[in-house]
């Protein structure tokens, strides 16, 4: 198991996009206004990449055909979560509680974040390892834009009869709302003992160092692997990794980030917890900082941190 904790933050820069709407279609808010993205929003497309790579996932949408009874044929609905737990480990049985957590801690998804598996006979909560919180957008300007888009199909209902009792002959019109610019900022810790009990019981090693590099890979490109074929405009631009020793507690790290945009200039992330960060200097055993060099700008009072371009990996 792996012993040191780590605290951190992720950054998602959204261009012209939408990285988490609500059901209205516009950029998730706070009843005060703050553009924010949901912890859900951010490990989506890390799920996502873990599957495409062939990985374990339990908890994500996949589907399956059903007999139409009504009609004949067959529908298309997503899968049950009995059925997708026999998809990934070739069994339905749950009777065993034991030999299904075991199945549980295959699955990359839940060795990370955890699960709530509520089926007869069944029902186990396991709190991950890994917690996000909300992700705030540190860009005070950003603004939702409505997009109108032309369909090439005409509206099958509209094209009965209009008001004049003729058939339409135009396309219908779509809506696509987006946000201009935003950047969000979210922070997580990794506990390994939080799995301090089912080590015990013998249904896992725990968190384990390789646990969190693979994590931690993955948290560092996934929305720019997701931008290729779902979320146009968003991308990973930032990430802070705070590994401690075991016995170490932080607070919210975003709080200690400030961005500032500038049009003609690269974007200024501010990360000012040095202060902080120095009454553990004889428990923090690393910390380094991931970016885009190319489009922003660090500045940091942090001591002895490692920088890293966020896309090569290579050491600034």
Known sequence: MMRQRVYGVMGISSIMANWNADFSGYPKTTSK???????????????????????????????????DKK??????VPQTLLQRYKQLFN??????????????????DVKNFGATFAEKGCNIAITGAVQFGQGFNKYTDSMPQEQQILSPFRDAKASEKNKDGEEAKNSSLGTKIVSDEAHYFYPFVINPKTYK????????????????QKFKET????????ATNAKAGCENEFGLFVETQEDVYLPDLT??????????????????????LQEFATKINAVEIYYNPFTTKLETDISNVKMYHIFTRKEL
């Open 255 to 276: 709080t200690y980030i400030q961005f500032e945009h500038n049009d003609n200039e690269k974007n200024i992330i501010r990360v000012q917890c040095g202060d902080l």
């Open 33 to 67: 206004g703050e553009t924010f993205g949901s912890d859900k929003a951010f490990k989506y497309p890390m799920k996502k990449m873990w599957d495409e790579n062939g990985e374990k996932v339990l908890y994500i949408k996949s589907i399956t055909t059903v007999p």
């Open 71 to 76: 009609n004949g044929g067959v529908n298309v």
């Open 91 to 108: 069994s339905e049985d749950v009777a065993d509680a034991k030999k299904v957590l075991e199945n549980l801690f295959n699955a990359v």
């Open 197 to 212: 009990e089912y080590i015990e019981l013998g249904v896992t090693q725990g968190y384990t160092q390789e646990d969190y």
């Open 219 to 226: 948290a560092l490109c996934a929305a720019t692997s997701f």
